[in-house]
């Protein structure tokens, strides 16, 4: 597949499930209203739309003006690494670290590569693949720990606004 239509579809599916996401919270108004549920929620939020916001700025950068792309993955993986420490720092306070989100260092890991891959992105080279084939994988595994951090809030009870 040619990089560029992944990264249009790529990006499409990222919009698409922060949307079905918007969609899941309206249904679940309880999660809003302790910080706990916001926190889990806003986060799920940005696993999604981080990505999405990466692939947009992969195809208007390219291969012609790759200094868009590459900026733009610096700082927007920074932003999300940042993020998804807050947020595991948080979680792991308040005791209510699942699985996942014990793990959620792993999600922060591939923002930092991404992030790395962006100011060196010739480190690739000897991988075979270009430096955008590369950001694509690592955004592929992001948007897999997305659906797992989904199961994992999903699947437990739903936050008590009481607390």
Same mark, same amino acid.
């Given at each position: 597949?040619?990089?560029? @239509?992944? +990264?249009?579809?790529?990006?499409?599916?990222?919009?698409?499930?922060? &949307?079905? !996401? !918007?969609? /899941?919270?309206?249904? =679940? %108004?309880?999660?809003?209203? #302790?910080?706990? &549920?916001?926190? $889990?929620?806003?986060?799920? +939020?940005?696993?999604?739309?981080?990505?999405?916001?990466? &692939?947009?700025?992969?195809?208007?950068?390219?291969? %012609?003006?790759?200094?868009? !792309?590459?900026?733009?993955?610096?700082?927007?993986?920074?932003?999300?690494? !940042? #993020? *998804?420490?807050?947020?595991?720092?948080? #979680?792991?306070?308040? &005791?209510?670290?699942?699985?996942?989100?014990?793990?959620?260092?792993?999600?922060?890991?591939? +923002?930092?590569?991404?992030?790395?891959?962006? /100011?060196?992105?010739?480190? /690739?080279?000897?991988?075979?693949? *270009?430096?955008?084939?590369?950001?694509? *994988?690592?955004?592929?595994?992001?948007?897999?720990?997305?659906?797992?951090? /989904?199961? %994992?809030?999903? @699947? =437990?009870?739903?936050? $008590?606004? %009481?607390?």
């Amino acid at each position: 597949m040619d990089v560029a @239509t992944f +990264y249009a579809l790529f990006s499409a599916t990222c919009f698409t499930l922060v &949307g079905l !996401w !918007w969609a /899941v919270v309206q249904k =679940h %108004e309880v999660w809003l209203r #302790s910080p706990e &549920g916001r926190r $889990d929620a806003g986060g799920i +939020y940005l696993a999604f739309l981080l990505p999405g916001l990466m &692939g947009l700025f992969a195809q208007v950068g390219g291969t %012609e003006n790759p200094l868009i !792309w590459r900026v733009s993955f610096v700082v927007v993986a920074l932003i999300g690494c !940042w #993020s *998804t420490l807050r947020l595991l720092q948080r #979680s792991r306070a308040d &005791g209510d670290a699942g699985l996942f989100a014990q793990h959620r260092w792993i999600a922060a890991l591939i +923002y930092a590569l991404i992030a790395i891959l962006g /100011v060196a992105p010739e480190i /690739v080279d000897p991988l075979g693949v *270009t430096p955008l084939q590369a950001e694509a *994988t690592l955004l592929i595994l992001l948007i897999a720990l997305a659906h797992w951090l /989904v199961w %994992e809030f999903m @699947t =437990h009870a739903e936050p $008590d606004p %009481e607390s």
